[in-house]
Nanobody, 124 residues
């Protein structure tokens, strides 16, 4: 079992930046692949980024590639999402998730644990 808690969300103007953090409980954080997803009102939850257990592999949705960076610090049990050049269409609740499988997944259904989410609002 692992508990996840996101932070760092907020309001920002288009072109601005935010850094999301996701702190995990437990001593097995380094055994989980980690992902970020987002959900806008009236839309399905969508994949944003994922990172492998040791951080050697990172994966991004096309819509955020080149603007967002996922990273992790296993010593701090934390995964980050640096978001630059934010756009109004990035407005959503952002969730972090943990995946016990070895492979890194892009589908929400493959993730085992979820945080409560943090709101990101980008104004034009």
């Amino acid at each position: 079992q692992v508990r996840l808690e996101e932070s760092g969300g907020g309001w920002v103007q288009a072109g601005g930046s935010l850094r999301l953090s996701c702190a995990a409980s437990g001593r097995t954080f380094s055994t989980y692949g980690m992902g970020w997803f987002r959900q806008a009102p009236g839309k399905e939850r969508e994949f944003v980024a994922a990172i492998s257990r040791r951080g050697g592999g990172t994966y991004y949705a096309d819509s955020v590639k080149g603007r967002f960076t996922i990273s992790r610090d296993n010593a701090k049990n934390t995964v980050y999402l640096q978001m630059n050049n934010l756009k109004p269409e990035d407005t959503a609740v952002y969730f972090c998730a943990a995946d016990v499988a070895i492979l890194v997944h892009r589908n929400a259904i493959d993730y085992d644990y979820w945080g409560q989410g943090t709101q990101v609002t980008v104004s034009s």
